[in-house]
């Protein structure tokens, strides 16, 4: 019983150990989303099929944006998988920029920086609604200074 305990000891401390090394890591310097998504919002809702994802962060930092789909398996539960990754080094101006191409439906982004042995990522979602939608939903919509039958 002793031994047991000690191994299960052993093992939270080597898994709290890796958590904490994990959590630890400083953020990449100047890392910032400066367009193309809005992460104070839980959702944002277009018509595009693309959208140009662009922001800064320090000189050669590696910038890696992954557009994940929810899928659902076949026991009844969902996954995400990765649909476009797009990867890209920041240059001497501290700034990049990407085109992300989006699918149909919810698109989960997650834009994520390294330099050395820090990191940083932010995450958004987008969810693109058919030209079907918003061809029903322009026939609905009145214009400014159009007279309404209402």
Known sequence: MK?????????MG???????????????DKF?????????????????S????????????????????????VDGTTALNAVNTYSLTVGSTGIFSQSVELIEGKNYVVIAAQKDDKQS??????????????????????LPGQKSGW
Request: no cysteine; proline share 2%.
């Open 50 to 73: 693309t959208r140009i994802i662009s922001g800064t962060a320090e000189k050669g930092a590696e910038i890696e944006i992954t557009v994940y789909e929810q899928k659902a398996k």
């Open 121 to 142: 990522q932010v995450s958004a979602t987008i969810n693109r609604k058919g030209h079907a939608i918003k061809s029903v939903l322009s026939q609905y919509i009145a």
């Open 32 to 48: 910032a989303i400066t367009g193309g998504v809005d992460t104070s919002k839980p959702v944002e809702i277009t018509f595009d």
């Open 14 to 28: 080597i898994i709290t150990a890796q958590s904490v090394s994990v959590l630890a890591a400083a953020p990449v």
């Open 3 to 11: 031994k047991l305990l000690a191994g299960l000891m052993i093992l």
